[in-house]
């Protein structure tokens, strides 16, 4: 059925696949095999598959755009089975970034400079109109030498994009001597200034220096390396590099990536942490330097999101004049694992971002037309918490669902110190004082959690006393999910993030997407973003449960709280 309906018009495939409920072209390839007796029976359940996150097979997120109606989304996948290797181009549309219908693989290894791979990339809107891929493609085997090459619609005048070619003059950039041709990949979307177009490729000098070779052209054929790179550091090989303008601080609107602007963000993805690392700072155009407006910026650097949340990528929707942050979680269990479920990884809700009013850091927000999966829902308001208590919203399904809630706390005088120990190792700080822990103000929310709370996974916030006379009162964000499963050998990491907020006045706001086996949560309107993975044993489907929690010395109220079932898309992976 699937080769049939691709040669509809795109709007009556839409309506077809509307009305068939479909949710997507099944892959042959990637249904799950039966999962080896060795396998929890949780683990393989199908209500642990997101019901409203994107779930494609595999994971890095290549040049999404939007193209004549589409939103187009690219991302690396191995045709073959739900772990790494044989990775070509995946390709799925949507008209709302939120139902999505896949098509065929969009690049494969089928050119010289590509043959043994089609790694991460980048697209880009040329001044006519015409979409434009930069990628990675291995040339050699047995080594990933890495060269940039690049590929245009097969025709241009198909909205769906679903034909790609590749020019002769393949590759058009390669390693130089005394470059790293191993660690030499990823191209950024390019932007256009004075007669040239530019984009970036991350890059490793030596053992540690991270770096954005920045490429030049006239023409978009012919590349050429700058002498020096636009910026680097000493954090290890810098992945997924993204350059984009901002508009004034507080101003929600996205600006397209060519357009001029006095701030920007430079974001990279580390190979040695396998997080997501970006910095606000200006960029000189004349000298071809990016500089971050914090001096210590690249060794203390904000992270979009404080959990399991990589190799991501933004890019501007002339729509709705936004700019859009895409990223991807892997899953925190084993191949094994993986290959009895017959999926690895998730993408995270798109988000859209700009700049804090204080212009210090980005502000993250679900995209609206996820309210169009919104369904029953529940309100609570001026409802107290009591020290060591808690609070079960009821009324709804929550192992699906939206949860937004304002909090008022008293008693921030009852605030415990923070021990200098910690430095500003925020995970670390939540590893030691988990959710459990008591101290003078802790609260949130515990979801998927089970009748019992044998398992529950908690999203909270622990406030520390001020550091010095006139500091404001430390926030500290955390997910703590170690107690979310009875599973054995799961991998249940703490994440945690330090909140750039003004608690003074007792008040705070954290939003939780609850799908299944993820939850992804924005504190204080978007300050800190956590996402993080989850298999419930018990708290599976109508078991599982939601609380608003207490572990602190003082009274917690709800200000207001309000949880939506969210309902699955019509059209939903790849």
């Not at 963000?265 to 970006?278: F, P």
Request: with cysteine.
């Amino acid at each position: 059925m699937g080769t049939r309906l691709l040669a509809l018009a795109p709007w009556l495939l839409l309506l077809l696949l509307q009305l068939a409920g479909a949710s997507h072209v099944v892959h042959r390839s990637l249904e799950a095999e039966q999962a080896p007796s060795s396998v929890p029976a949780s683990i393989v359940s199908p209500l642990l598959r997101t019901g409203y996150h994107f779930q494609p097979p595999m994971n890095w997120i290549n040049g999404p755009l939007y193209y004549k109606g589409w939103y187009h989304l690219f991302y690396q996948y191995n045709p073959k089975g739900a772990v790494w290797g044989n990775i070509v181009w995946a390709h799925s549309v949507s008209q709302d970034l939120i139902n999505w219908i896949a098509l065929e693989p969009a690049i494969k290894p089928n050119i010289p400079s590509d043959q043994y791979g089609c790694w991460s990339g980048s697209a880009t809107i040329l001044p006519d109109g015409t979409p434009v891929i930069l990628y990675t493609g291995i040339d050699r085997p047995n080594i990933n030498y890495q060269v940039q090459n690049i590929a245009f619609p097969k025709n241009a005048s198909d909205p769906l994009l679903r034909e790609w070619v590749k020019p002769a003059y393949n590759p058009v950039a390669t390693p130089e001597p005394g470059m790293n041709a191993t660690q030499f990949r990823d191209p950024t979307t390019a932007w256009y200034a004075d007669g040239h177009w530019r984009m970036l490729v991350g890059g490793l000098k030596g053992a540690r220096r991270g770096l954005a070779y920045l490429y030049r052209s006239r023409d978009f054929k012919t590349w050429v390396r700058a002498k020096h790179p636009l910026h680097s550091a000493l954090t290890g090989m810098w992945e997924c590099p993204d350059f984009f303008p901002l508009q004034a601080p507080g101003l929600q609107a996205g600006l397209d990536t060519s357009v001029p602007s006095s701030k920007y963000v430079l974001k990279n993805s580390l190979d040695l942490t396998r997080y997501d690392y970006y910095t606000v700072g200006i960029y000189n155009k004349v000298t071809e330097r990016y500089v971050p407006d914090n001096p210590a910026g690249d060794y203390h650097r904000l992270r979009y999101d404080y959990g399991n949340f990589y190799a991501s990528k933004t890019f501007f929707d002339p729509v709705k004049h936004r700019r859009i942050l895409l990223g991807w979680a892997n899953e925190s269990d084993s191949v094994t694992y993986d290959k009895a479920k017959g999926w690895a990884g998730i993408h995270a809700i798109p988000r859209k971002v700009w700049l804090d009013p204080s212009g210090k850091q980005l502000l993250q927000w679900p995209i609206e037309e996820l309210e169009t999966l919104r369904g029953k829902s529940v309100s609570v308001s001026d409802k107290v918490v009591k020290p060591g208590e808690h609070f079960q919203v009821t009324g709804l399904g929550t192992y699906q669902a939206d949860v937004e809630v304002s909090l008022e706390v008293s008693g921030l005088e009852k605030a415990e110190a923070l021990d200098p120990a910690f430095g500003d190792d925020a995970e670390r700080l939540c590893g030691a004082k988990g959710a459990d822990v008591r101290g003078g103000v802790v609260f949130g929310l515990w979801v998927l959690a089970s009748a019992g709370l044998e398992e529950k996974t908690a999203v909270f916030f622990r406030v520390f006393k001020p550091a010095g006379h006139g500091a404001k009162p430390v926030v500290l964000m955390c997910t703590d999910p170690t107690k979310s499963s009875l599973s054995p050998d799961l991998y249940k990491p703490t994440f945690a993030g330090f909140v750039d907020t003004d608690i003074s006045s007792g008040k705070i706001s954290l939003r939780s997407l609850i799908d299944r086996s993820v939850v992804e949560s924005f504190g204080a309107g978007g300050k800190t973003c956590i996402l993080s993975r989850v298999y419930p044993s018990m708290a599976i489907g109508d078991k599982a449960h939601l609380y608003v929690f207490n572990n602190g010395e003082a009274d917690i109220k709800i200000s207001h709280l309000k949880a939506w079932e969210m309902k699955k898309p019509l059209m939903n992976g790849a």
